[in-house]
């Protein structure tokens, strides 16, 4: 089992920036890529971004040249930097983590909610 906690979310103004940090604990060894989904007020899930290693990043459209995925393999963390915020950012954040055997895990979820 791996769980997940999320830190950095909050409240901030249209054009503005925020860190997101994921530290992964458990059967940490287990995991082959981390990422970060969202999800809206009435709509699905959506992904943002994930980091399989160095390079091995992927992004989902609205994310691109805007926010940057990152992973420390030895805090077990992932961090998600966003840069000129949208209010279409503002949703629920949530870390996920893949295993080799394809199992996803979940954090909670950290809220961040951009003012225009």
């Known amino acids: 089992q791996v769980q997940l906690v999320e830190s950095g979310g909050g409240l901030v103004q249209a054009g503005g920036s925020l860190r997101l940090s994921c530290e992964a604990s458990?059967?940490?060894?287990?995991?082959?890529?981390m990422g970060w989904y969202r999800q809206a007020p009435g709509k699905q899930r959506e992904l943002v971004a994930t980091?399989?290693?160095?390079?091995?990043?992927n992004y989902a459209d609205s994310a691109k040249g805007r926010f940057t995925i990152s992973r420390d393999n030895a805090k077990n963390t992932v961090y998600l930097q966003m840069n000129s915020l949208k209010p279409e950012d503002t949703a629920v954040y949530y870390c996920?983590?893949?295993?080799?055997?394809?199992?996803?895990?979940w954090g909670k979820g950290t809220l961040i909610t951009v003012s225009s």
């Open positions: 980091i399989a290693g160095p390079g091995s990043t």
């Open positions: 458990g059967s940490t060894f287990s995991i082959r890529v």
């Open positions: 996920n983590a893949r295993s080799r055997s394809f199992a996803d895990y």
